[in-house]
Nanobody, 118 residues
Framework: VQLTESGGGLVQAGGSLRLSCTASGQIFNTVLMGWYRQAPGNKRESVAL???????NYADAVKGRFTVSRDNTKNAVYLDMANLKPEDTGVYYC?????????????WGQGTLVTVSS
């Protein structure tokens, strides 16, 4: 299974961006898809996670500004980010727990850089 991300870039504070992530390969069941981020000098942290049953978990720092969604027909997950702040700057990683035939395994994308200027 491979995760491919797109949509990062440079945006001014208050602006919006949409990140996309598509899973490819042998996929029998997707347990969870979502997003993490890592700011310079910081640990990787959870941003928004969407379970197959519809449960969503957002980091407190992004509640009300970010929206995670899935398109199961495309094996895709999206992160719509609004009212971006400089502290949202970092590398955003797609994360998924997918059963490709040998049981649920965790997968990571390569990361996409989001830079928010003040």
């Amino acid at each position: 299974v491979q995760l491919t991300e797109s949509g990062g870039g440079l945006v001014q504070a208050g602006g919006s961006l949409r990140l996309s992530c598509t899973a490819s390969g042998q996929i029998f069941n997707t347990v969870l898809m979502g997003w993490y981020r890592q700011a310079p000098g910081n640990k990787r942290e959870s941003v928004a996670l969407l379970a197959s049953g519809g449960q969503i978990n957002y980091a407190d720092a992004v509640k009300g500004r970010f929206t995670v969604s899935r398109d199961n027909t495309k094996n895709a997950v999206y992160l719509d980010m609004a009212n971006l702040k400089p502290e949202d700057t970092g590398v955003y990683y797609c994360n998924a727990i997918i059963d490709g035939g040998v049981g649920p395994l965790e997968h990571w994308g390569q990361g996409t850089l989001v830079t928010v200027s003040s």
